[in-house]
């Protein structure tokens, strides 16, 4: 900070000189009907400096003299103007090509649509703004091709996977990288959607490339609003309702008690149940175990900004409050966030700007789990209560675990993140033309919480708990030199920059056990039988080169060439840097006067591009040998405290890279009207960072090498326009579809490598998922079900100890046992296409939204159908009403299990994973403008919506889009054992402007 004010004052010194002056320039910007066009984007050419019109079409900004200001928006062609030193400038767009002239920001600057040579996706927020968004993973699902959003817990403020072009790490993290701002790895999480001014997505290594070690997983970047001529206020207030999407179809109490009966009496056992207590069962039901889990959650969302300018300095504060109660009993979420952006001019030539933001959330048994899965297990026939009025402890029938009502209730899973985010920057124009310099600042500071309680029912009468405690600081400073000039037919834009970024991490975390006031919960650990407390530090730096160049003749020919020079502490001497070269050309064929004289075409353009990307996945010191703390007991005394060694460190670690082809066609016809884009791309990672098994002669364990590959190919196709256009109906429409093969190439000579995340509860008798070299990532690994052995085929029953009725699962060693030996891929777990689907009618004042989104070729492993239909182990008794169809004599044509004395049923095989494919009718959403009554003054709009309103699959779930894991792994996904469905959602809003 201190030389930031050094550099201040040595500005503001130099203002008087400075040949480039900034005036201050205001002006309107209205159709061709003279109607005032809100939200257009007004950029200074070669800049990242900006506004949007007000609701009235007005705007103020501070720009150079002899600059140019660029008019973009959607449905009109763009206009480019010389600001000549005048003071006031009205412009009037005419509809026509959307995107010809629209900026978009590209990683430390912008470009002209057009003139991008790479991959990349741009989300108006024209495409969200008619929907109850409350996060971005929200806004970019199904909206644009090659991003797959995967809602992997349906719960308030849950977990979600965002994932470009595939996923290319084992070890590291394979979420894209967000820029907030142009601060680096910002945390999405605690952003409002509703602060977005743009948002891009950086696709392909052309694009990416520029952010060096951490582009390899596709880039997303956003602007935040802010303020323009005259003061704003506005409020947008919403209520919502919301139901599970689906639920189980559980056998009645009095057939279940039946079915029991008649699995004890096959099986040579006494009938557990009367027939007077089954009567009584058919007449009097039995207990509804998801109806005491699932209720009618609820939720609420307010949002008030204001926002002006005047002659030097524009603002925008807002505030955003969100509130909801989950689906699933005591689970909820709360969100609270307050930004301020403000913007000034110093003087002539030296503008400063500061954004400013913090957040908090709070997370309240958001997990789903033992809850959900036990509502499955537990018996209709137990009660809920007992006599005394708790929850039943045991369950006589089913379950061998606790009660549903105990995994609600005696526990408490609590998340607390608070977020202070501040950048600092300024832009200077130097004396030569086209020359600025912009120097950035910003701090980031993370206050995390976790704090876990098991009561003692829930814990076998030892209440136990849990805190964790982080405390993380990001530092960053990016100073950039922007050139931007035009020669005649010759245009150059360039960009060179020195960009640092630094991490520190301090936690500890404390366990106790035997909590002697457990109705003190987590909030009193210190009384307890035992306990263990443990601390850690880390701190990882990046020092970083870059520089980029976009060359452009006659506005046809097209090249952009960048290079990026990373250092990264996380490495050894000898591989702490890497360089990350790209290139891409462009044709703009549409200029072309053969192709003109086609009149076809507003915009044809060929694009291909290659490049390099990188990835630390490795922890800041992966290339050292550790020593862990442990507590051993000599001679039956007490523990003593000591050191071992941990895994052996390996100071070659070096970079996962990926390198990127990606040959890409954009086409636009009817004078923008419709637009068609279409890329291939093909992505290799290579020095792929794996845990190798060590002999137990070289100290044993694991050791982090470079030594796999990995492979992603796919096709993206994306469709637009506005094909009805009309008096006061217009409609809007844009499809996306996107293709990926996901390969393991290589795994450094191992045949195969197990990975798992034990959500099977036991289910699973080795690891659930293997990568093996010709298959995707999330393979899962377990048995072939051929249904079950069928009269005919009794002698072969009989080999493996089987009768007819058995399971029959494939032998595939031949040895007539089935064992570990005969596992095999039976499913994939990653989409082989996803696509999205987004329409706006509007009429007048009436505007109706439908957005459809999907996701095909994608296996699910059912868990949690699983353990209701096994029969064994935690869950005992069968509990879905699909057991009605169970092998016995008259029904051989089954492949639901006979009830046997030889049964023995193997849960990780292909019987439980199920066609995970859907379409989802995302949301419908209806608002009206009310006609003001106070003459352009105010604006009213109310609006209804329905999420998640219609799910087609054959997924037999609540829900096809969750799974137990969260986005921190690709290896190990797709799983569902008691994950918290997403919900229907019915939300009821309405916004005030004045």
Known sequence: MRKLFSLCLVFLGLGGSVLAQNARITGKVTDQDNAALPGVSILISGSSQGTVTDGDGNYVINAPGSGTLVFSFIGYESQTVEIGNRSVIDIKLSQGSRSLDELVVVGYGTQRKTDVTGALSVVSTREFSQ????????????????????QSNGAPGGDSKVRVRGANSVLGNNDPLYVID???????????????????????AASTSIYGSRGANGVIIITTKKGSKGIKVSYEGQGSVSNVIKRFDILPAGEFAEIVNARALATGSNAPFTQQQVDDFKRNGGTDWQDLVYRKGSGQQHQVTVSGANEKTSFLISGNYVNQK??????????YILRTNLNTQINKNLSLRLNLSGAKTANHNTDGGGALIEALQWAPTTPAYGADGQPTFNDPTGSVSRSPLDHLYDKSIDTERMNINAIGGLTYQLPIQGLSLDLQYAINYLDAQNKNFNGKRLSNNNPNATRYSSDQVTLQNTNALNYNRTFGNHSITAVAVLETQQFTDKNFTATANGLRFPQLGYDNIGGNSAATVNSAFSKWTLLSLLGRVNYAFKDKYLITAAIRRDGSSKFAKDNRNSVFPSVAVGWRLSEEEFIKNLNVFSNLKLRGSWGKTGSQAISPYATLSPYNSTQVGFNNTAVTAGVIQGNQGNRNLKWETTTQTDVGIEMEFLNGRLHVEADYFNKRTTDLLLNVQLPNYAGGGTQTRNVGEIKNTGFEFAIGGTPIEKGKFSWETNLNISTLKNEVVSLGGLPRLGTGTGAGGGMSITNEFMLMPGQSLGSYWGLKYLGTFKPDEADIAAKQGRVPGDPHYEDVNGDNAITTDDFQIVGRAFPRMTGGWNNTFTYGGLTLNVFFQGAFGVDKLNYTRAGAMSGSGEARQFLLTEIRDYYRPGNEDSDIPAFTKTYQPFTQSSRFVENGSFVRLKNVSLAYTVPSVFKDKANIRIFASATNLLTITKYTGPDPETSNVGSSTDTAIGIDRGSYPNAKVYTLGLTLGF
């Open 182 to 204: 142009g601060f680096v790895g910002a945390n999405y999480n605690l952003l409002n959607p509703n602060d977005i001014e743009s948002l891009q997505v950086l696709k392909d």
């Open 326 to 335: 989950g689906i699933v009993n005591n689970s909820g979420f709360k969100r």
């Open 131 to 150: 929907q109850p968004i409350t996060r971005l993973d929200q806004v970019l699902q199904g909206r644009a091709a090659g991003v797959q959003v995967t």
